[in-house]
């Protein structure tokens, strides 16, 4: 699984509320540790559904 982040994101925060260990803001967006997806998948998921403005793009390979 990859996330990407688009340009959308309001930094809201939510993603990294919901799964705080891949998601972090830092100045006023939202980041995503790569190296932490794996094991996460279901927040990541759940954090993308919640995203506000749907800036969190989930890729399956
Ligand atoms: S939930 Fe969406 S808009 Fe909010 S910080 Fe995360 S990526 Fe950005």
Redesign the pocket.
Known sequence: MHIS?SN?????????TISPEV?E?YKD??IADAEKVYGNEESCID?AI????N??NIEEY
């Open positions: 982040i959308n994101c309001i930094g809201c925060g939510a993603c990294s998601f803001i967006t939202a954090a919640n995203c506000p403005v800036a969190i």
